[in-house]
């Protein structure tokens, strides 16, 4: 599979997926007003991926901000990798924040709570 | 006189405003809004939360201008018809204060008040679940998710949002909303 390579503005995130290694990337702003039109692609990506996902895959969240639209969209990533992870595959969310940004904890917190995945809070110290 | 939606802000102070704007917001003013306001909250001493948490709600707000502002009245004065709507963003003493100001047909009015009465009714838990209801079980439109917006709003803030509709004709009301992020 090819790799999805974005690089990031300042209204859309770098987003960075890579079959090859399984390590799946998604950094900066997602504050799109259209941001359907931005995920479908990497939603679609995921649902080849989910064919043959690797043993392990690992999938690192640094956002700094997104948007409600957004949210809805990133569940749907969740959604796909949660599909994998019952399919016997090791997956694991990496959901970064960065310190004192409790709004950030908080929407992660809200999406492990949503989603049966293995999730790990990382804090960024400055 | 006739009416003009600053008429719904003649409280606030406009001249000393962060932000100031009326008129179609398209995905470029939402740009030129985001830019010149992360560019003040950058330059004053507030702590990356606060600024986080004052982008977050400027975001939601000029997209719920952009997503759901009806269509203005036949007879007002508008450059164009569609996502037309006033903006004002304030440093108070308190906190930082962004109103939005919008046209709502007739027939979406009780169904707005109800969704703002409901969220200003409910604790933050109840607020917290409510989100993470619609959130998943919601299908996604091109105009976003039902509420989920104004949800987030509430969550960021930690206040109740304020609003007030005031009727222009037997097809249109103005609405405000105003939320308050507080620094202290």
């Known amino acids: 599979m090819e790799p999805i390579i974005i690089e990031g503005t300042p209204k859309t995130p770098s987003v960075k997926f890579d079959a090859s290694e399984g390590i799946f990337e998604i950094k900066g702003r997602s504050i799109p007003e259209n941001s359907v039109e931005f995920y479908k692609p990497l939603n679609e990506w995921l649902d080849n991926y989910m064919q043959i996902p690797l043993d392990k895959t690992v999938v690192n969240i640094r956002l700094e901000y997104f948007n409600t639209s957004s949210s809805k969209c990133i569940l749907d990533v969740f959604k796909r990798l949660e599909a994998i992870h019952k399919s016997k595959h090791d997956v694991e969310i990496n959901w970064f924040y960065e310190e004192d940004d409790e709004d950030m904890l908080e929407a992660g917190e809200d999406y492990d709570s949503i989603i049966k995945v293995p999730f790990k809070m990382i804090e960024i110290v400055e | ?184």
């Not at chain 2, 004053?44 to 975001?59: A, G, Q």
């Open chain 2, 1 to 184: 006189m006739s009416f003009d939606l600053e008429n719904l802000v003649s409280d606030l102070d406009i001249r000393g405003a962060v932000l100031y704007f009326k008129g179609n917001v398209d995905s470029e003013i939402i740009n030129k809004a985001l830019d010149l306001v992360e560019g003040k909250l950058l330059a004053t001493r507030e702590t990356p939360r606060i600024r986080k948490k004052v982008y977050n709600v400027l975001v939601e707000s000029l997209q719920n201008l952009y997503h759901h502002a009806d269509l203005v009245p036949r007879g007002y004065h508008a450059s164009r018809p569609d996502r037309y709507g006033l903006v004002v963003m304030e440093k108070l003493g308190k906190g930082y204060r962004v109103t939005t100001c919008n046209f709502v047909s007739a027939v979406h009015v009780r169904e707005l008040e109800e969704k703002l009465t409901r969220i200003n009714r409910s604790s933050p838990d109840e607020i917290k679940e409510l989100y993470k209801e619609i959130l998943n079980h919601q299908e996604i439109t091109e105009k976003g998710l039902g509420g989920l917006g104004l949800l987030d709003i509430a969550r960021k803030t930690g206040h109740r949002i304020d609003f007030r509709f005031r009727k222009y004709d037997n097809n249109n009301t103005a609405f405000r909303l105003t939320a308050l992020v507080a620094t202290e």
